[in-house]
């Protein structure tokens, strides 16, 4: 019997697309930049965005030594602002960055029987963890705006631990910052190498559920994983 559950977000409980090409985001982006002083044309700032987060994220791989390093996108923002002449307080760029998201954003809503299944663990009793590879500026918003954010006994998210699924240390970083036991630990996610075998590489069993945001799967499950067809299907599994 598993005591601590730990759930991918996008594509497991939250159904999400967003678009960061289409050309309405980088028109309106343009003025909310501009208020910083910095003047960009459209595509101009779509060239720019897409280029300086290529940069920081090699920059970051040389680096840090993961083999999957994650960039936190605020810099990524800063880093804009100032090759314009432009300045802001972090306030101002999690504000802007909130901005990118919600205009880069077609739809957001839980899944059905997500909050159902969250709020039934919790009944049980159960831990609940959250490990997912997102930047904290849109997605700690987003928690609170589809009110999960409660639900949760701990939250790693890859931008702030500068390391992202399936690398094993994310899954390890989990473990060791809320001293949880692996043998007592089932990871839920949608995406068969990042959630299914990175937590088989950290000794983790896993649950995976095929959704619309799940990539083609490349191999077979591991051994230690179980197929579900709908995300209530987790409190059968034992």
């Not at 208020?35 to 791989?61: C, D, F, I, K, M």
């Not at 939250?155 to 899954?171: M, N, Q, R, T």
């Not at 190498?193 to 959704?211: E, K, W």
């Amino acid at each position: 019997m598993y005591q601590n559950y730990i759930f991918d977000l996008y594509g497991t409980l939250v159904d999400i697309h967003t678009d960061e090409w289409k050309d309405a985001l980088w028109r309106d982006l343009c003025p909310v930049l501009a208020e910083h002083g910095a003047s960009y044309q459209p595509e101009e700032l779509r060239t720019a965005y897409h280029s300086e987060v290529r940069r920081q994220e090699e920059a970051l791989r040389r680096s840090a030594g993961f083999e999957e390093p994650e960039i936190d996108i605020g810099p990524v923002f800063r880093h804009l602002l100032a090759a314009k002449g432009g300045t802001a307080t972090d306030r101002e760029i999690a504000a802007l960055a909130w901005t990118f998201r919600t205009l880069s954003t077609e739809k957001l809503w839980l899944f059905d029987g997500a909050e159902q299944l969250l709020r039934e663990l919790k009944k049980r009793g159960k831990q609940v963890y959250l490990l997912s590879n997102a930047q904290a500026l849109f997605t700690r918003p987003e928690l609170t705006a589809l009110s999960l954010a409660g639900y949760f006994d701990g939250i790693l998210l890859s931008s702030e631990a500068g390391v992202k699924k399936p690398d094993p240390h994310f899954y390890r970083l989990l473990l060791e910052r809320y001293h949880l036991r692996p043998e007592q630990s089932l990871m839920v996610g949608n995406d068969d190498l990042a959630d299914c075998h990175g937590a088989a590489v950290a000794g983790l069993d896993s649950c995976y559920i095929f959704t619309e945001q799940s990539p083609i799967r490349q191999r077979p499950l591991p051994e230690r994983c179980r197929e579900i067809q709908r995300i209530l299907d987790v409190l059968t599994v034992k």
